[in-house]
Every structure is written in structure tokens, then in C-alpha cells.
Nanobody, 122 residues
Framework: QVQLVESGGGLVQTGGSLRLSCEAS????????MGWYRQAPGNQRELVAM???????NYAESVKGRFTVSRDNAKNTMYLQMNSLKPEDTAVFLC????????????????WGQGTQVTVSS
């Protein structure tokens, strides 16, 4: 079984920075795609940034130039450095991993973390 734990959320003023972490643990053979999503009250969940095992990165247009996603494969951990934060960035940030378990059957997995709240005050 694989679990994800996010951390690093909090309250910050407009223009401030936060760094989120998402650590995967459990029976992991390989993590292919790691992604950050966010969901604000009344809004649909949206992709913020995604990074694949070969380093391909995609960002939502609204965060390009402000957010940076990275991953440490040795630690099964993904990071999201968020700079120049705006009130409209306020949301619950969730991470999502897709990969293969280390069981004998090499089962695929796709799991979500519990989310971490990011609040940007004006």
C-alpha cells in the first residue's frame, strides 16, 4: 500500500512564499507522474503543476513564472515552491502520484494525499 503526506501549507501575505512537500511511502517500485492540484471552495479541482519521471514539467498558466515543481526520486518526494503568492492562490493543495508498487505483481497505483491548506491574505 502507498500513502502520500503533504506538508508546508499555511497563512501568508500577498507576495509571500511557501514551499509544499509531498512524500510518498509504502511499497513503491517506481513513481511515474507526480502532480500538484488545488481546490478552492466552490471551484473544481485544477492541476497546478505536474512532473514526470523523465523530468517533463507542465504548469497551469496562472502559476507560470511564480511556482516551481521539483522531485527527489531517492526520497519519493515532490516539492512545490510558490513565490509571489496572490489571494486567488488560496486553496487546499493536494498531491497525486501515479506509479507501480513493489509487490510481486507490480500493480499500478494512483493515489491522493489528504491536502494542505494554503491561505494568502490581501
Amino acid at each position: 500500500q502507498v500513502q502520500l503526506v503533504e506538508s508546508g501549507g499555511g497563512l501568508v501575505q500577498t507576495g509571500g512564499s511557501l514551499r509544499l512537500s509531498c512524500e510518498a511511502s509504502g511499497s513503491i517500485f517506481r513513481i511515474n507522474t507526480m502532480g500538484w492540484y488545488r481546490q478552492a471552495p466552490g471551484n473544481q479541482r485544477e492541476l497546478v503543476a505536474m512532473i514526470t519521471s523523465d523530468g517533463t514539467i507542465n504548469y497551469a498558466e496562472s502559476v507560470k513564472g511564480r511556482f516551481t515543481v521539483s522531485r527527489d526520486n531517492a526520497k519519493n518526494t515532490m516539492y512545490l515552491q510558490m513565490n509571489s503568492l496572490k489571494p486567488e492562490d488560496t486553496a487546499v493543495f493536494l498531491c497525486n502520484d501515479g506509479g507501480v508498487t513493489a509487490t510481486s505483481f507490480r500493480r499500478p497505483f494512483n493515489i491522493w494525499g489528504q491536502g494542505t491548506q494554503v491561505t494568502v491574505s490581501s
